[in-house]
């Protein structure tokens, strides 16, 4: 069975910090891997996706994950943060062999600081 | 291109009575997903359609529960005797193929916010 850890419900970073949420994952089988953002009262906006070939993925908004499979982890950073990045973030894991059900962590909060 | 667009945004029930909530996929889409938001979790999977058929409704709870995709039409997720438990956001997905890998990707609605009295 897959599943996903999300490593802290709230992070709060001051603007122009580097933002990381971290992301561990239980996969039987190579996964796809997703962070998804959400804005109050707003549905999910995929942020970037992995699925094969490069390990570092650039996503939209300044955002990039690494897929470390050793680690089993798919942490998310972006170098600067900005107030706007204030959402909630899920992580999420797919099957390859069976990829149409996402899996999602119980998501992140990130607070930004003035 | 529209998104996926979902109808209610807000559904206000009392106990006992029935909630339906609709989802227009995405132009070109014909394949849906049904995912409930509970509160302070992540998103679970309840239901995947395709057209006139149930692909997969593993996450979705044996009674009360049903969902259709009909040829014409939005996705209908059908809630019968909704009790309080049942208060939560139900986003609803749509893609144009089966997979997620390369090629494709789910595109999420803005959820209807379920609210049971």
């Known amino acids: 069975a897959q599943s996903v850890t999300q490593l802290g419900s709230h992070v709060s970073v001051s603007e122009g910090a580097l933002v990381l949420l971290r992301c561990n994952y239980s996969s039987s089988v190579p996964p796809y891997l997703f962070w998804y953002v959400q804005y109050p009262n707003q549905g999910l906006q995929l942020l970037l996706k992995?699925?094969?070939?490069?390990?570092l993925v650039k996503g939209i908004n300044g955002f990039e994950a690494e897929f470390k499979k050793s680690e089993t982890s798919f942490h998310l950073t972006k170098p600067s943060a900005h107030m706007s990045d204030a959402a909630e973030y899920f992580c999420?894991?797919?099957?390859?062999?069976?990829?149409?059900?996402?899996?999602f962590g119980k998501g992140t909060r990130l607070h930004i600081l003035p | 291109n529209a998104g996926v667009m979902q109808n209610p945004r807000h559904l206000v029930r009392r106990r006992g009575q029935e909630a339906r909530l609709r989802c227009s996929p995405m132009?070109?889409?014909?394949?849906v997903y049904w995912y409930r938001q509970l509160p302070e979790e992540g998103l679970k999977f309840m239901v995947y359609l395709q057209k006139e058929n149930i692909i997969d409704e593993s996450g979705m709870p044996k009674e009360r529960f049903s969902a259709e995709f009909p040829k014409e039409g939005p996705s209908i997720l059908r809630i019968q005797q909704v009790v309080r438990g049942d208060s939560a956001a139900y986003f609803c997905?749509?893609?144009?193929?089966?997979?997620?890998?390369?090629?494709?990707?789910?595109?999420f609605g803005p959820g209807t916010r379920l609210t049971v009295l």
């Open positions: 997905a749509s893609s144009q193929t089966r997979g997620l890998g390369l090629e494709d990707t789910q595109y």
């Open positions: 999420a894991v797919s099957r390859r062999d069976r990829d149409d059900k996402i899996i």
């Open positions: 132009k070109g889409h014909s394949h």
């Open positions: 992995y699925t094969t070939g490069a390990t």
